[in-house]
Each structure stands twice: as structure tokens, then as C-alpha cells.
Nanobody
């Protein structure tokens, strides 16, 4: 069982930056590949970024490539999402998730555990 708690969301102007954190409970964090997803009002949950267990491998949606950076600290049981050059279309609730399977999955159904989400709002 893994419990995930996101933090760091908020309101930012277009072109600005914001960093999200996701803290995991338990001693098994390093056994999971991790991902970030987002869900805008009226839309489905979409893949944003993922990272493998060691942190050496990262994967990004085309819409955020070059603007977002995913990283993890296994000693702190935390995964991060650094976002820059934010756009109004990045506005969504952002979720972190843990995957016991192969890393880099973009499918919601592949992830075993989810956080409660944190709101990111980008104003124009």
C-alpha cells in the first residue's frame, strides 16, 4: 500500500513557473515507477510525465516536453514536477501516481495508487 500526497499547486500567470511535489508513505517508494497526470474541467485524465525507479529514465507528453521536468528523490520518498513557461491550457488538477509495472506508461489504468490531486491554475 502506498499513500501519495501532492502539494505545491496554486495560481500563476502565463509564462511563470511552479513546482509540484508528491510525498509517498512507506518504505517501498523506490519499487514504483512514478507518473504525473492532469485533468482539466470536463476532460479526461491525461498523461503528463513519468519516471523510472532509479530516476535515470524520464518520459513526457509532447505538450509539456521542454517545459516540464520530472524528478525523484528516493531517500525522501518524493517525486517532483517542475513546470516552466506555463500556459493557460496547463490549468488542471495534477495527480501523481505509482506504477508497479514497467516505467513510462501513459495509461491511467496501469497505475496502482493515486494522490488526491493539487490544483494548478494559469491565468492569461
Amino acid at each position: 500500500q502506498v499513500q501519495l500526497v501532492e502539494s505545491g499547486g496554486g495560481l500563476v500567470q502565463a509564462g511563470g513557473s511552479l513546482g509540484l511535489s508528491c510525498a509517498a508513505s512507506g518504505r517501498t517508494f523506490r519499487r514504483y515507477a512514478m507518473g504525473w497526470f492532469r485533468q482539466a474541467p470536463g476532460k479526461g485524465r491525461e498523461f503528463v510525465a513519468a519516471i523510472n525507479r532509479s530516476g535515470a529514465g524520464t518520459y513526457y507528453a509532447d505538450s509539456v516536453k521542454g517545459r516540464f521536468t520530472i524528478s525523484r528523490d528516493n531517500d525522501k520518498n518524493t517525486v517532483y514536477l517542475q513546470m516552466k513557461s506555463l500556459k493557460p491550457e496547463d490549468t488542471a488538477v495534477y495527480y501523481c501516481a505509482a506504477d508497479s509495472g514497467p516505467p513510462g506508461s501513459m495509461q491511467v489504468s496501469h497505475y496502482d495508487y493515486w494522490g488526491q490531486g493539487t490544483q494548478v491554475t494559469v491565468s492569461s
